[in-house]
C-alpha cells in the first residue's frame, strides 16, 4: 500500500482503513464500479491500480499477493482472468473518478470511482491527427496544380519601374535628336 497521508486516516487506525480499502477494492472488482465519497475515492484508486498491476503480471506470486489483500477468490480470479487482459495494452490509469453531487443526508461530496475497461490504442490519437494534417495537405497541393493549369501566367500588364525609366530615357533621347525647328517638316509634308 502507498504511503498514507498525513492527518486522520478514513478509518480511525491504519489497520482499520487499509482493511476498508481493501474491501474497497473488491467491489470495485466485482461490480466495475461503486460510489462513494471524493477522499475515500482519491485514496482507493493507488490500491486498486497496485492490484490490477499485480494482476496484469499473472504469476502465482502476483496472485498470492493479491489474495493477501483480497480473501475472496471468486473476485481475484475475476481479477485475473477477464479485467488484466482488458488492460493488458494500458500503461497505467486503470480507474477513472467521476464527481457527482453531494449526498442528500449530510452533504459529503460523492464520486463515481469506475475501471476503465475501453480498449487501450496509443496511436489512434496521433495517428488520425497525422491523416487528416496529410490529406488537408494534399487537398492544398491540388488545389494549387488546380490553379495553375487554369490561369497561365501571362504578361504583366503593368510595367515595372526600370522599365519605365528607360523607356522614358530614350523617348528623350529620340526628343533631342529630332530636329528643333518644325517648320522644315511642314514644307515636306505639303509637297506630298
Known amino acids: 500500500m502507498p504511503t498514507p497521508t498525513k492527518g486522520n486516516r478514513l478509518g480511525g487506525s491504519p489497520a482499520h482503513e487499509r482493511i476498508m480499502l ?5 467491489q470495485l472488482f466485482e461490480h466495475k464500479s461503486i460510489t462513494t465519497t471524493v477522499n475515500k475515492a482519491k485514496r482507493l484508486r493507488p490500491v486498486a491500480e497496485r492490484l490490477v498491476t499485480f494482476a496484469k503480471k499473472g504469476d502465482l506470486a502476483s496472485r498470492r499477493r493479491v489474495l493477501g489483500s483480497i480473501s475472496d477468490k471468486g473476485i481475484v480470479h475475476e481479477l485475473f482472468t477477464s479485467i488484466a487482459p482488458a ?10 473518478i467521476t464527481k457527482i453531487g453531494p449526498r442528500k443526508g449530510d452533504n459529503a461530496p460523492m464520486a463515481v470511482i469506475e475501471l476503465v475497461l475501453e480498449p487501450y490504442s496509443p496511436k489512434q490519437a496521433t495517428v488520425n491527427e497525422a491523416e487528416q ?3 488537408a495537405e494534399a487537398a492544398a497541393a491540388d488545389a494549387e496544380v488546380v490553379e495553375t493549369e ?3 501566367a501571362a504578361e504583366p ?6 522599365q519605365v525609366d528607360e523607356s522614358q530615357a530614350a523617348a528623350e533621347a529620340d526628343a533631342d535628336s529630332a530636329p528643333a525647328d518644325d517648320t522644315a517638316e511642314t514644307p515636306a509634308d505639303d509637297t506630298k
Not at 481493501?22 to 473488491?26: F, K, L, P, V
Not at 488492460?87 to 477513472?96: I, S
Not at 500588364?157 to 526600370?162: E, Y
Open 22 to 26: 481493501n474491501n474497497m477494492a473488491a
Open 87 to 96: 488492460v493488458a495494452e494500458r500503461p497505467g490509469g486503470y480507474t477513472r
Open 133 to 135: 494534417a496529410t490529406a
Open 150 to 152: 487554369e490561369a497561365p
Open 157 to 162: 500588364d503593368v510595367i515595372s519601374g526600370a
